[in-house]
């Protein structure tokens, strides 16, 4: 069965040709040598330009396509898939924008969405040298004036740095100290057009040598003296702060997308590579320890794609939750991906580090572009340092039983249909808890109730079970550290990782009860029927808490889930489809250059939409 947000990205990877063809612009050869010539893939992003992309990153009421965030996050994780740099260098522009989308005025929003649209690129101004995630410590800052003619507004000073795009973006949103004394109320967004600006108030830092996304535009920007108009202001003047950390709740959900390409596409290289490999007369992929690799790896990244899509979709009904949901998602895809491929290096040995021995250093430029994805948007340690500060409300929540478990439904529910997102309703808190936590034994109970006329059923509803006593046992250790405000102890931050992999397991499970009859007919339902990958995601979870009964490993739990899952693994990849949940097939090899038209764009006259 076809699940819309896969068909549209299906028809997006489609129009960008097939990767492996070196003549397509958006080839993995092509990736290859922008990154070795450390060059900006611009005739990449204006293909992505030219299918329209940017057009997702506006919602629909601003002019765009953005309907719902399902689709954006399988578009970016289709670009995420070829190539990391351009993903990261085009999606900026969607986190450049996104303070506006949710507190600026309609007409402020509406010419940003043209802009965008346009293929103008946009870049979002937080961290500064000597402060990094410290946003209250900040220190550009803008000064009131009134000019003659009426024109009131700011004179802004100072230096952002390591900002992605600030050189090649024309606009910045930007975390301005517009109360020198500072404080949660002394910041406001200013949305920065450098078009409008004199070139003299205002110079861009040089490109940083970074070891991983080595095209991207990561550079900074001095601001001296540039006066910057009253209607400039993104929301209230001093809500900067509270603005900053909603909008953060979209895009580190979004950054969901750069982990799952990057697992999808390692994945892909080592099975490739064990299907190819000869080692003491056998076949890679025939060897036990190789199979145990692929197998859990391949649980890994359907565990990824299961809470990423119960995230994106949380974004509209669950929205007073995404302080948490997004902190979750944050944390565990960009950790759990990095963990991923630390197994294929073990896998592809050597291979994994050189350049030009096996398809085209694609491995090693990959390892070192993810890298960084657990960077953007506030590091590991910020986000379960987010899940720390919220320990009162969602042990309080766990005591009651509440928490918005309709949402929940809804956003692990694939077959109901999106409602609008109210960015009012975000907030800095999950007051009532996590409603998806609270649907766990509710869903455990259905799990139970089919496995009566389904025994096949019973080994996930054996690690459901447990995954629900352990969920207890957590929230009991959260109780501890609730009083937790600065100074956090090394404990508060293992019991928030172990609550994170409590989350995640009430969100695929709540995703197997909701989805498994729909999706049992197609291309995926060995996945969904009998439960195979919710047993190995459970299984996987399990063992990262440590209820394992051989953690972390595949050699004594679950061996037979692991070897389904890699024969599940093997045909999709020998059919041409992507090993995912949901159905979606790859580019066809093109049958001529002429008949493929990634392969035109590149020589194509001037573009109706500019250059990102």
């Known amino acids: 069965m076809e699940h819309p947000p896969y068909r549209l990205a299906e028809e997006f990877d489609a129009f960008l040709g097939d990767p492996n063809d070196p003549r397509t612009t958006f080839s993995y050869e092509r990736c290859a040598e922008l990154d070795e010539k450390e060059e900006f893939p611009a005739d990449i992003c204006r293909l992505l330009q030219e299918w329209g992309l940017s057009d997702y990153y506006v919602p629909v009421q601003h002019g765009g396509q953005l309907h719902d965030y399902e689709q954006l996050?399988?578009?970016?994780?289709?670009?995420?898939?070829?190539?990391?740099?351009?993903?990261?260098?085009?999606?900026?522009t969607y986190l450049g924008g996104v303070c506006v989308w949710v507190a600026g005025g309609p007409e402020q929003a509406e010419r940003l969405g043209a802009d965008i649209r346009a293929g103008v690129p946009v870049s979002l101004g937080l961290t500064e040298r000597a402060h990094g995630s410290d946003l209250l410590a900040c220190e550009v800052n803008g000064s009131p004036v009134t000019s003659p003619d009426g024109g009131d507004g700011w004179l802004v000073n100072g230096e952002k740095w390591l900002i992605n795009n600030a050189t090649r973006g024309s606009l910045l949103s930007l975390l301005t100290r517009t109360d020198p004394a500072g404080g949660p109320r002394g910041f406001s967004v200013l949305l920065v057009d450098k078009r409008e600006l004199d070139e003299a108030?205002?110079?861009?830092?040089?490109?940083?040598?970074?070891?991983?996304?080595?095209?991207?535009?990561?550079?900074?920007?001095?601001?001296?003296?540039?006066?910057?108009?009253?209607?400039?202001?993104?929301?209230?003047?001093?809500?900067?702060?509270?603005?900053?950390?909603?909008?953060?709740?979209?895009?580190?959900?979004?950054?969901?997308?750069?982990?799952?390409?990057?697992?999808?596409?390692?994945?892909?290289?080592?099975?490739?590579f064990a299907e190819e490999r000869e080692l003491y007369g056998r076949r890679l992929i025939d060897l036990p320890k190789a199979r145990r690799a692929l197998g859990t790896a391949a649980a890994d990244v359907l565990l990824h794609e299961a809470l990423a899509l119960v995230a994106s979709r949380a974004v509209h009904t669950q929205t007073a939750e995404m302080s948490l949901t997004a902190a979750v998602t944050k944390y565990l895809l960009p950790s759990g991906t990095e963990g991923v491929l630390t197994e294929l290096t073990r896998l592809l040995g050597a291979r994994a580090f050189l350049k030009d021995v096996y398809a085209h250093g694609r491995f090693q430029k990959l390892d070192r572009d993810h890298r960084i994805v657990g960077l953007f948007d506030g590091n590991t340690l910020v986000n379960l340092n987010s899940v720390v500060n919220q320990f009162r409300s969602l042990v309080r929540g766990?005591?009651?039983?509440?928490?918005?478990?309709?949402?929940?439904?809804?956003?692990?529910?694939?077959?109901?249909?999106?409602?609008?997102?109210?960015?009012?309703?975000?907030?800095?808190?999950?007051?009532?808890?996590?409603?998806?936590?609270?649907?766990?034994?509710?869903?455990?109970?259905?799990?139970?109730?089919?496995?009566?006329?389904?025994?096949?059923?019973?080994?996930?509803?054996?690690?459901?079970?447990?995954?629900?006593?352990?969920?207890?046992?957590?929230?009991?250790?959260?109780?501890?550290?609730?009083?937790?405000?600065?100074?956090?102890?090394?404990?508060?931050?293992?019991t928030a990782r172990r609550y994170t992999l409590c989350y995640a397991g009430a969100a695929v499970t709540g995703l197997w009860t909701a989805n498994a009859d729909r999706f049992s007919q197609g291309a995926t339902a060995a996945l969904w029927r009998d439960a195979l990958w919710l047993r190995a995601a459970l299984d996987r979870i399990l063992a990262g808490l440590g209820e394992s009964d051989s953690p972390g490993t595949a050699d004594d739990s679950e061996p037979e889930t692991y070897e389904a899952l890699l024969a599940e693994l093997r045909s999709a990849c020998a059919g041409g489809r992507l090993f995912s949940l949901l159905e979606q097939r790859e580019p066809a090899p093109p049958e001529s250059a002429g008949t493929n038209p990634a392969n035109t764009a590149a020589t194509h006259g001037e573009n109706e939409r500019t250059s990102c």
């Open 398 to 494: 766990h005591r009651r039983g509440t928490g918005d478990t309709a949402g929940a439904a809804a956003a692990q529910d694939l077959g109901v249909r999106l409602p609008p997102l109210d960015p009012g309703r975000l907030s800095v808190v999950a007051r009532r808890g996590s409603g998806i936590v609270a649907g766990l034994a509710g869903n455990v109970a259905e799990l139970t109730r089919r496995a009566q006329s389904r025994p096949q059923l019973w080994p996930a509803v054996a690690a459901a079970r447990r995954l629900l006593a352990v969920t207890d046992t957590v929230h009991a250790e959260m109780e501890s550290h609730q009083d937790v405000v600065t100074d956090v102890p090394p404990a508060a931050f293992e």
């Open 73 to 92: 996050l399988q578009l970016l994780r289709a670009v995420a898939r070829r190539d990391l740099t351009t993903a990261i260098g085009h999606g900026k």
């Open 201 to 272: 108030a205002y110079r861009h830092l040089p490109k940083v040598d970074t070891h991983g996304i080595r095209g991207a535009d990561i550079s900074g920007i001095v601001f001296d003296g540039a006066r910057v108009p009253r209607r400039a202001l993104v929301g209230a003047e001093g809500g900067g702060i509270e603005t900053v950390i909603k909008a953060l709740q979209l895009t580190r959900t979004m950054c969901a997308a750069l982990s799952l390409g990057a697992g999808d596409h390692g994945l892909r290289i080592a099975l490739d």
